[in-house]
DNA sequence: TTAATCTCTACTATGTCAATAGTATTTTTG
DNA sequence: CAAAAATACTATTGACATAGTAGAGATTAA
């Protein structure tokens, strides 16, 4: 059930393009997003190029040049970020709406698990298409004011 | 966030051995489950052999050989089974409640994606640990009941 | 022209999926 | 009681995907 590194680490870098948007033309260095996040830079380089092909950055060649939203936050969920580094959001692909593969069980129309996992993948897209990274922006900025472990906080 | 075919296969496996459990000591051999489910035969000893260790079923060896459940359906979830063969439901292992491990990235606390992934893993877990066995095995009958598929009998 | 940056391709290491082969145990049968 | 047959058990192996590294090239600003 777990994210792959992949997919983890290219939600990290668009939550800092997120944070750090802005409408005019700026854009983020990889170096500073593989700094800022912990993210091995050379792996990062190929994340953000597949997020280009996939429409969600563009970026900027040369000296000053970088990565940045290519639409606004608002416009981008976390369900398509994964899609377009992972593939399917659900558990098993005869499950899913969009990647749909035939399983080997010898009857998908009456397979128990396979209403299982539907319910389980409707759960999950609920999520994943609900936040945008606009989203995750607004919560970063959320935690960052809180002076502790939130932990602390809890009543 | 897809399930690992080692995954997929063991909840077919238990879904089998569910639907077809008696409270006498009957067995099912391995034969008939790859059978029913195909699995390749050899690959799912091993993930039996595996869900013997983690005490979900009990083996009879020799001719009248076979698998059964250890626990009567009602007790065994299906998170217990995919925790054994997989490890977290959780998406990361940094929300992960029985397999924490601390991520990469620079502040837990203030992670936005980790707050999101919290979320998704209470959902992925509510659904796990709501689903036994003996839930299953009563879909399954029900399935089976249905003389086509049944997206002929949406209205 | 130089330096900083993204881009593209290739390579390595590790882990997972799956198949293969052989071993151990139990029941049946002669 | 011993041999044979049926079954579960264990270890090894190869193919493929994932994670990460490396080098050379292309583009842009100063």
Redesign the interface.
């Known amino acids: ?3 792959s590194v992949r997919g ?1 680490y290219a ?2 870098a668009m ?1 800092v393009l997120a944070r750090d948007f802005q409408e005019d033309d700026s854009v983020v260095r990889i170096q500073e997003i593989s700094e ?4 091995p830079k050379r792996f990062l380089e190929q994340i953000l190029n597949d997020l280009k092909s996939a429409g969600v950055v563009q970026s900027k060649r040369g000296v000053a040049g970088g990565y940045r939203l290519k639409r606004k936050p608002e416009q981008i969920t ?1 369900a398509e970020i ?1 899609r377009h580094i ?8 005869c499950v899913s709406e969009k990647y749909y593969e035939k ?4 009857d998908e ?5 396979r ?3 539907k ?2 993948r409707d ?2 897209v ?3 298409e609900a ?1 945008t990274l606009a ?3 607004d ?2 900025r959320a ?2 004011q ?1 002076p ?4 602390d906080f809890m009543i």
Chains 1, 2 share one sequence.
């Open positions: 059930m777990k994210l983890e939600l990290r939550q800022k996040q912990n993210i976390l994964i992972e593939g399917p959001l659900a558990p098993v692909s399983c080997s069980c010898p129309s009456r397979c128990a698990i209403a299982v996992m319910e389980l759960s999950i609920q999520v994943m936040t989203d995750l922006a919560r970063a935690l960052e809180q502790l472990n939130p932990h």
